[in-house]
């Protein structure tokens, strides 16, 4: 049997940065960057060593782009000759595989069936990055089709990458939805920053389940033009990152107005580029009204109620007014699937059919096909939501779907997140984890959720994962209300202090 290669021994200067890397924000990237110490060519291999190193234990990064050093030389070399674009400039940033990048990286969902598509084009938001001068240093793993393809399927599971598991408890802690591995991959500093994209809970819970910062803006303050669809009303992308001033930086890159050439009607007239950073405040939470929606916090299990009412307590503590309980009256509401099943299957059809000629698949019905064909590798958790989708849309008439929609806003606004920071003079609602999620997706209104805790212990629920593990409080608001939202997340971060970095080995 041969020997195995020996490892190499790293020089102190080497052993610094490795462990430097480990929580460093954006802001300190840039400095040293800056003052020379640093470039990003460095800085991107840092991160890929630690890929190579830890991403075979959490398996959240899909695929990396292979141009990744030689973009980081060029805004290297840039940064020399007339300065640095932007706080991003040179800082390397994963992206879900469900936007488009006009790169040698994939644009899939997590579907086999589009392993080999290229997006002749970038996303909007990725063009706002490349402007800004960040490195896409690849693609994050996800929930194939943002969860909308089986009833059974796994959080993170998806059938061109596999299972994303949570760095605090790989394989025993949930991972949470959709842009699993956005998160995941932040959570492991295996990325400086993230972006995910949400139509209900997708960047919200997998943060809130994995220790980091998640936005999800306000419908329309981000173009989705470029980003594979779910529910056109309600998509949105967002950042991820280990703390609220990233977080701020990364969503003021993204936000702002279309082009010309790629119109987005919800993002029209919106400015471009705005510092949200100008909003964060250590102290922010003085005089600030949160209302707490008792209703919600009946359904959590003890250890996760208890993190909760210590970030209540601390709220408090620190100058916010807790208005503790208040009442959603749109909280017994029926929802109806309407807006699903109608916009899913046109959306998704218009996607799939602007594809490449070479791409297997130009619409649902081609993928459900497709996926029955391929039913070893496909189908580990069968499609039956892609095939209720394919059939059930249909059947909605423009006038039904106006109607639920109208509906379903009315109710989420009215006599949902509107009617109680109305009646109760609130600045913005507090719910735990993931929970108001849906509330404020159909809303079309921001969430922003912070590191609270981490419950040793927990219960197994009925969806079958447990809630032992890392939980964040999730601060929720109007419309366009991020400014806020951001002072008050920020507030309670600088108070509590709750993130630590996982221990992979």
Request: with cysteine; hydrophobic share 40%; aromatic share 6%.
């Given at each position: 049997?041969?020997?195995?290669?020996?490892k190499?021994?790293?020089?102190?200067?080497?052993?610094?940065?490795q462990?430097?890397?480990?929580?460093?924000?954006?802001?300190?990237?840039q400095?040293?960057?800056?003052?020379?110490?640093?470039?990003s060519?460095?800085?991107?291999?840092?991160?890929?060593?630690?890929i190579?190193?830890?991403?075979?234990?959490?398996?959240?990064?899909?695929?990396?782009?292979?141009?990744?050093l030689?973009?980081a030389?060029?805004?290297?070399?840039?940064r020399?000759?007339?300065?640095?674009?932007?706080?991003?400039?040179?800082?390397?940033?994963?992206?879900?595989?469900?936007?488009?990048?006009?790169?040698?990286?994939?644009?899939s969902?997590?579907?086999?069936?589009?392993?080999?598509?290229t997006?002749?084009?970038?996303?909007?938001?990725?063009?706002?990055?490349?402007?800004?001068?960040?490195?896409?240093?690849g693609?994050?793993?996800?929930?194939?089709?943002?969860?909308?393809?089986?009833?059974?399927?796994?959080?993170?599971?998806?059938?061109?990458?596999?299972?994303?598991l949570?760095?605090?408890?790989?394989g025993?802690?949930?991972?949470?939805g959709?842009?699993?591995?956005s998160?995941?991959?932040?959570?492991?500093?295996l990325?400086?920053?993230?972006?995910?994209?949400?139509?209900?809970g997708?960047?919200?819970?997998?943060?809130?389940?994995?220790?980091?910062?998640?936005?999800?803006?306000?419908?329309g303050?981000v173009?989705?033009?470029?980003?594979?669809?779910?529910?056109?009303t309600?998509?949105?992308?967002?950042?991820?990152a280990?703390?609220?001033?990233?977080?701020a930086?990364?969503?003021?890159?993204?936000t702002?107005a279309?082009?010309?050439?790629?119109?987005?009607?919800?993002?029209a007239?919106?400015?471009?580029?705005p510092d949200?950073t100008?909003?964060?405040?250590?102290?922010?939470l003085?005089?600030?009204?949160?209302?707490?929606?008792?209703?919600?916090?009946?359904?959590?299990?003890?250890?996760?109620?208890?993190?909760?009412?210590?970030?209540?307590?601390?709220?408090?503590?620190?100058?916010a007014?807790?208005?503790?309980?208040?009442?959603?009256?749109?909280?017994?509401?029926?929802?109806?699937?309407?807006?699903?099943?109608y916009?899913?299957?046109?959306?998704?059809d218009?996607?799939l059919?602007?594809?490449?000629?070479?791409?297997?698949?130009?619409?649902?019905?081609?993928?459900?096909?497709?996926?029955?064909?391929?039913?070893?590798?496909?189908?580990?958790?069968?499609q039956?939501?892609l095939?209720w989708?394919?059939k059930?849309?249909?059947?909605?008439?423009e006038?039904?779907?106006?109607?639920?929609?109208?509906?379903?806003?009315?109710?989420?606004?009215?006599?949902?997140?509107d009617?109680?920071l109305?009646?109760?003079?609130?600045?913005?609602?507090?719910f735990?984890?993931?929970h108001?999620?849906?509330?404020?997706?159909?809303?079309?209104?921001?969430?922003?959720t912070?590191?609270?805790?981490y419950?040793?212990?927990?219960?197994?629920?009925?969806?079958?994962y447990?809630?032992?593990?890392?939980?964040?409080?999730?601060?929720?608001?109007?419309?366009?209300?991020e400014p806020?939202?951001?002072?008050?997340?920020?507030?309670?971060e600088?108070?509590?202090?709750?993130?630590?970095?996982?221990?992979?080995?």
């Open positions: 049997m041969p020997e195995s290669s020996p190499p021994v790293l020089n102190d200067k080497q052993l610094h940065w462990n430097w890397i480990i929580e460093a924000d954006i802001s300190a990237m400095t040293e960057m800056a003052g020379g110490a640093l470039t060519v460095q800085l991107v291999q840092l991160y890929l060593d630690r190579s190193k830890f991403d075979i234990v959490i398996n959240a990064v899909l695929e990396l782009n292979p141009d990744a030689e973009i030389a060029g805004l290297d070399r840039e020399l000759a007339s300065g640095a674009r932007s706080i991003l400039h040179g800082i390397p940033l994963l992206v879900k595989d469900n936007i488009d990048t006009a790169d040698k990286l994939h644009t969902a997590g579907s086999i069936a589009l392993a080999e598509s997006a002749a084009s970038d996303a909007v938001l990725i063009r706002h990055l490349r402007d800004a001068g960040a490195v896409i240093l693609k994050a793993n996800m929930t194939e089709w943002s969860n909308f393809m089986a009833s059974g399927m796994w959080a993170g599971y998806s059938s061109r990458g596999g299972l994303v949570n760095p605090y408890g790989p025993e802690l949930f991972v949470g959709s842009s699993s591995g998160a995941a991959s932040v959570a492991a500093n990325v400086a920053a993230a972006i995910g994209t949400e139509t209900s997708s960047i919200i819970g997998p943060a809130s389940q994995n220790s980091v910062v998640g936005i999800k803006p306000t419908a303050l173009s989705t033009a470029g980003i594979i669809p779910g529910i056109g309600q998509d949105t992308a967002g950042p991820l280990r703390t609220v001033s990233d977080a930086i990364l969503l003021g890159a993204i702002g279309c082009t010309p050439e790629q119109p987005d009607p919800k993002a007239g919106l400015p471009s580029a949200y100008a909003y964060l405040d250590p102290q922010g003085h005089g600030v009204r949160i209302g707490i929606p008792r209703a919600v916090y009946q359904e959590l299990d003890k250890h996760v109620l208890a993190i909760m009412e210590e970030a209540i307590r601390l709220l408090k503590d620190n100058g007014i807790m208005v503790d309980p208040v009442e959603l009256p749109c909280l017994g509401a029926e929802w109806s699937p309407v807006m699903l099943q916009e899913f299957k046109r959306g998704l218009r996607y059919a602007g594809l490449s000629e070479s791409i297997p698949v130009h619409n649902l019905s081609e993928l459900i096909a497709y996926n029955a064909q391929h039913s070893g590798i496909a189908l580990k958790y069968g039956d939501t095939e989708l394919e059930s849309g249909d059947e909605i008439s006038e039904e779907y106006l109607a639920a929609l109208h509906k379903s806003r009315m109710l989420a606004r009215d006599q949902g997140i009617y109680t109305r009646e109760h003079r609130l600045d913005c609602l507090m735990p984890g993931f108001g999620t849906d509330l404020a997706a159909r809303a079309g209104y921001p969430l922003i912070v590191p609270a805790g419950a040793a212990e927990g219960i197994i629920t009925p969806g079958g447990t809630t032992k593990g890392p939980h964040g409080v999730t601060f929720s608001g109007t419309a366009f209300s806020v939202l951001l002072k008050i997340a920020y507030g309670f600088q108070a509590a202090m709750r993130r630590i970095p996982p221990c992979l080995s």
